[in-house]
């Protein structure tokens, strides 16, 4: 079964700073779909961005960026210029394309702190 | 407006009175799961469903039971609800040619 690993339960940015969010991951599969959901204060699930196992280039959205190290089963969020409205809990997620097909398995979340 | 609406938002019970959390999305999706959030557990799947009368297990089933007799409705049945079924609780469902699960608001109960 595949697991995934948020080491940090919380970390804390300056506004307008940089902050990265640790992500490991433990599967077989060699094809796979990994995402960052935010989940702010309102408890809505938020996904922030998504990245798919076979493409190399990192995916990036706006001020979210990851650094996905498929050999190191590690996938990583930094998040560029944060913004006060930045400050959420953040879960990694994994998706298999086989078997439980609509299966997210998510790791215990990083609650980020963004401070003036 | 695509959406997933649970309801209720919130619930507080007793031991053992029946309940139901209902779940709809308007975007003719194959795919439902339901999920629990607890602290320092993130998010576990309960059940899922691959489409109408088709449903299975997912990791944390024990207490609960779901039916899928509309594609649009997923509902989660409590029969017989526990203290530790206290929980935050999400729907979501997905297109199966897609990539991205779309979340219910979550469901806070209370089982007292």
């Known amino acids: 079964a595949q697991t995934v690993t948020q080491s940090q339960p919380e970390m804390s940015v300056q506004e307008a700073e940089t902050v990265t969010l640790s992500c490991t991951y433990d599967?077989?599969?060699?094809?796979?779909?990994l995402f960052w959901y935010k989940q702010p204060p309102s408890r809505q699930m938020i996904l922030v961005i998504r990245q798919e196992a076979y493409k190399q280039q990192n995916a990036t959205e706006n001020r979210f960026s990851v650094n996905f190290q498929k050999a190191a089963k590690s996938f990583s969020l930094k998040i560029s210029d944060s913004q006060l409205g930045d400050a959420a809990m953040y879960f990694c997620a994994y998706r298999s394309p086989t078997g439980t097909a609509s299966k997210l398995t998510f790791g215990t979340g990083t609650r980020l702190q963004v401070t003036l | 407006e695509a959406q997933v609406t649970q309801n209720p938002r919130y619930l507080i019970t007793v031991t053992g009175k029946k309940l139901t959390v209902t779940c709809s999305q308007n975007m003719n999706h194959e795919y439902m799961s339901w999920y629990r959030q607890d602290p320092g557990l993130g998010l576990r799947q309960i059940y899922y469903?691959?489409?109408?009368?088709?449903?299975d297990k997912g990791d944390v089933p024990e207490g609960y039971k779901v039916s899928r007799k509309e594609k649009r409705n997923f509902p989660l049945i409590l029969e017989s609800p526990s203290p530790n079924q206290t929980s935050l609780y999400f729907c979501?469902?997905?297109?199966?040619?897609?990539?991205?699960?779309?979340f219910g608001a979550g469901t806070r109960l209370s089982v007292l």
């Open positions: 599967t077989s599969e060699s094809d796979y779909y």
């Open positions: 979501a469902s997905r297109w199966q040619g897609a990539n991205i699960q779309y």
């Open positions: 469903s691959m489409n109408v009368e088709v449903t």
